[in-house]
């Protein structure tokens, strides 16, 4: 990708913070680097110098790998002033929302689950955000690393060794504040190199409609009745397996809300699954059902699962919530391959991270009835979503150019004749769900978070939903 030019020495001093560039040529900020922010007197001073700032990094560390919420350890702020590490074992961290609640622009670096925690731990969300990894997408990066974009946009490699570190222990080492110190010490000038390139390619107005969208997102707690549509398995349950997964995952998930506990703590996966598809009916099967630990099953546990399988078995099918596209069709499951490919070919005519054009998800919600979801509106809509709705429509086709690469075109609507023919009217024909086709199969390569994969042929689709040549 052409970009334009970014002159810099490969490594100085950046907005006065203590830095040095190791042996391994990784660089690392030294203790005097930073401010530790350890009682109220520090972080309301910190509050003060951070009023009237137009920006600042923000970073987060936590732990969540035994709890069911994410429990804060530490904050990092960075502005031009300098960099402070605020303490949220030491100091109530709920006066932040009055920075968040500023005009000053939030910089972080994949933000979803800063955000989630941030907002969890001082009830606010910053108004305005610029998240460097989500517009980095939008130059040709695919999903990069904090440390990988450093490097790439101003010739910075951070050092990553704390990164697994525990974050709850106190004290802190110093190099552990070294690392928390470097993961805010050079966005804003990640930011600045990002949004001069984004302007020069006229995709400011992507990345701040992106950031929109990132900060509109629900992170409310999952709720109880329809956490069974993670399971791994929920889509081949049938009939009543499906209210007996409900009840029981919804007790499962009220369960580890309640106890701050992750849900496997509680059952895992296959328990569930195996008590929906086989319900047993007393104590005794419950503790031979595959899956389940008798570790779990104790005190009054055995009873409310035993409860939770009644109430699901009793539970009529207009009761059972389902998730929207949970059961597509497999008849269109060519469609949305297909559709795939042409996405995969406009994010690399564009030089965009595929993904952040468009997932598999992503298609499979324009295709409902009644469209929804990210490529409805906006800039997403304005680049695939027009040609979509013409494709599938059967207005338009795609082929290939000779090259190897897809083009979309106005559909002739000329079938070319194909070797086989109809079959037999004396032959029935295989279930749609038996037939494996190219783009059926490159359907199920690509999972639910997957970007585009590309099928073969010239194909259009009729309008109907099926594919022909």
Known sequence: MSRPPHNREPFRRSRGNDAVTTEAGTTSVQPGGWRMVEDDEARDQLLSELAEVAEYAIDTEFHRERTYYPHLALVQIAWSGGIALVDPLAVDVKPLATLFESDAVAVLHAADQDLEVLEQSCGALPRKIFDTQVSAGFLGFVSPSLVSLAEALIGIRLHKGDQLADWIQRPLSASQLSYAAGDVAYLLEMRSVLTERLEVLGRTRWASEESAVMLAKDRSPTVPEEAWWRLPHSRQLRGASRGVAQEVA?????????????????????????????????????????????????????????????????????????????????????????????????????????????????????????????????????????????????????????????????????????????????IEPADAAEVSTPASVASEVAGEGDSAVAGEGDSAVDGEGEISA
């Open 250 to 426: 919804a007790w499962r998930e009220s369960r580890a809300q309640r106890l701050d506990v992750p849900v496997r703590f509680v059952l895992s996966d296959l328990a569930v699954t195996c008590l929906a598809q086989r319900p047993p009916r007393d104590r005794e099967e419950l503790r031979r059902t595959r899956g389940v630990d008798a570790r779990h099953l104790t005190g009054s546990v055995p009873d409310e699962v035993l409860a939770a399988l009644a109430k699901g078995r009793a539970l009529p099918a207009s009761a059972v919530r389902t998730a929207s596209g949970l059961a597509i069709e497999r008849l269109n499951k060519p469609m949305i391959a297909l559709a795939s490919a042409y996405v995969g070919q406009r994010a690399a005519d564009l030089q965009l991270d595929p993904a952040a054009l468009a997932t598999r998800a992503d298609l499979v919600g324009f295709f409902q009835d009644v469209p929804q979801g990210r490529l409805t509106s906006g800039w997403r809509f304005d680049l695939i979503g027009v040609s979509l709705e013409r494709l599938a429509t059967g207005h338009a086709a795609l082929a290939f150019d000779g090259e190897g690469e897809l083009l979309l075109e106005e559909r002739s609507g000329m079938r070319i004749p194909e070797a086989g023919g109809p079959l037999p009217a004396v």
